[in-house]
């Protein structure tokens, strides 16, 4: 499945942004979704992920009440609201996706799409 992230861009500590990834495929619903995130020097990180019904939802422990995941199947989309976003929120986001019931999630994934830059400034 091909993932195309975006809503990436500039923004001042405290602002909220809103990532979207799309995912054109008839087969949206068998995925489970997430975000990772790295920062220039760093690994890549989990940050969020969302099961293949919305139901489930998971949380890195530093988004954990600022980041909300989401997805609407019927519009093959995946969200991540990005509230008081924090100078080291900066980093490239990526959107991902893997078979629901796949063994090993909500951190494994089979497919990534490209980044979306989130820079923070204080």
């Known amino acids: 499945v091909q993932l195309q992230a975006s809503g990436g861009g500039l923004v001042q500590a405290g602002d909220s942004l809103t990532l979207s990834c799309a995912a054109p495929?008839?087969?949206?619903?068998?995925?489970?979704l997430g975000w990772f995130r790295q920062a220039p020097g760093k690994e890549r990180e989990f940050v969020s992920a969302?099961?293949?019904?919305?139901?489930?939802?998971y949380y890195a422990d530093s988004v954990k009440g600022r980041f909300t995941i989401s997805r609407d199947n019927a519009k093959n989309m995946v969200y991540l609201q990005m509230n008081s976003l924090r100078p080291e929120d900066t980093a490239v986001y990526y959107c991902?996706?893997?078979?629901?019931?796949?063994?090993?999630?909500?951190?494994?994934?089979?497919?990534w799409g490209q980044g979306t830059q989130v820079t923070v400034s204080s």
């Open positions: 991902a996706a893997v078979g629901r019931d796949t063994y090993g999630w909500p951190y494994n994934y089979d497919y």
């Open positions: 495929t008839r087969t949206f619903n068998r995925y489970a």
């Open positions: 969302i099961s293949w019904s919305g139901g489930s939802t």
